[in-house]
DNA sequence: CTATGTGAATTTATTCACAGCA
DNA sequence: TGCTGTGAATAAATTCACATAG
């Protein structure tokens, strides 16, 4: 194996490896081969071995991949690790959501705070979490909470980000469907679930729409 | 402007465009340089003229692009159009954060039925739909709804995939974050939000997560 | 004989630099 | 002069084909 700089699209893939590594690794799988992989994730095996050979070389000819050894690897690069402490703005439908979902375990992620302006919310338990005034948002510095998820409406998505910056939040993690600007030191991450809805139509022969 | 396919990348950047064009539709204005545009939605000016020549030539040089003309033209490619309909599979905390999500109307969908399979739901009406039993999911057909949300835990995923597919559906998006496997005729896209921010720790430097 | 690993070829996308039009 | 439009240059990613190791 040679050095050479991991392809930004490589880094984008890692997550999915990662996942279905898991997913094997609990099957109780030792070795995975490039082409049962692939065909988990919807990819080819020479991409999937190329990906790897940037930072690796560590399988085994005629046998497959050792799937703890690449765990370890992805985990490293993507420098995955456990106890990694979100909090999150915002406990309505899609925040009591973010709350719940399985998904954030896997990468090592934690909410461990929750705000909210709402008074009725305030001072509640949701799945553990006790949800405190939005004014207190301040706390984050002091709690060594650097990263957050925004899941309040539009109009409060940038006050909501403001506050944020200030209490020294690195990265954000953004499902408001509406641009908030942030100094560049901090990393915005905006899902808009609506945008790859919006993608679909081309992608499908025909269109998914017709008529009939 | 000279024939040319249109390049997936430039697929990708369109729905990005659109709903920045509708916020300066908004906003009242009529034109709109390559330079602003290009501002607010964080890319650089000649690659948005780039991606606009392979399907334009209807800037005005020393003036700007006319917003009506571009939505138009995105609208049609992306084969945007008012009326698209989904139904929703699970009224847990984020099938309800779907049906309030204000995103889907930009792009012309609208969630017109919900499925659960809790008793207690059923029938109960959330944002103007109604919610009916998972048993029913074979209606979709009669009524004409191709396109479908999975908002389920995961053990319940691929169950309610293939009655999807048996039903009609042509395209699903499926947010459970586990692997559904589907005919090659339907598209499925998967959102796993933690795999966005799986990829956070590795863009910000000196990581998110430090110690101090 | 199976499955990895990787240079080389090819395809695709980005960036540049500037001609051309209002 | 200002901003579009686009070939040409560059960079990046994918695909191929096959040598190589177990």
Known sequence: MRFRRIPDETIRRLPVYFRAL??????????????SLAELVGLNSWQIRKDFSYFGGFGTRGVG???A???????????????QKIALV???????????????QIYGFEIVAAFDNNPKK?????????VEDVAKLGSLKRRRIRLAIIAVPCEAAQNVADKLV?????GILNFSPC??????????????IAMDLARLPYYVPGSVFAEW
Chains 1, 2 share one sequence.
């Not at 050894?69 to 106890?83: P, S």
């Not at 915002?90 to 954030?104: D, Q, R, W």
């Not at 600007?181 to 990393?187: D, E, F, I, R």
């Open 22 to 35: 898991l997913f094997f690794a609990e099957q109780g799988s030792r070795y995975i081969s490039s082409s």
């Open 122 to 130: 305030i001072g509640k338990k949701v799945k553990n979490v006790k």
């Open 179 to 192: 641009y908030i600007t942030v100094p560049s030191t901090v990393k915005v991450i905006t899902i808009d």
């Open 69 to 83: 050894e690449l765990l370890k690897q992805i985990r490293k690069i993507l420098k995955i690790r456990t106890g």
């Open 166 to 170: 200030n209490a020294g939040v690195r």
């Open 65 to 67: 991949y050792e799937i």
């Open 90 to 104: 915002g406990v309505g439908n899609l925040g009591s959501a973010m709350l719940a979902y399985p998904g954030f």
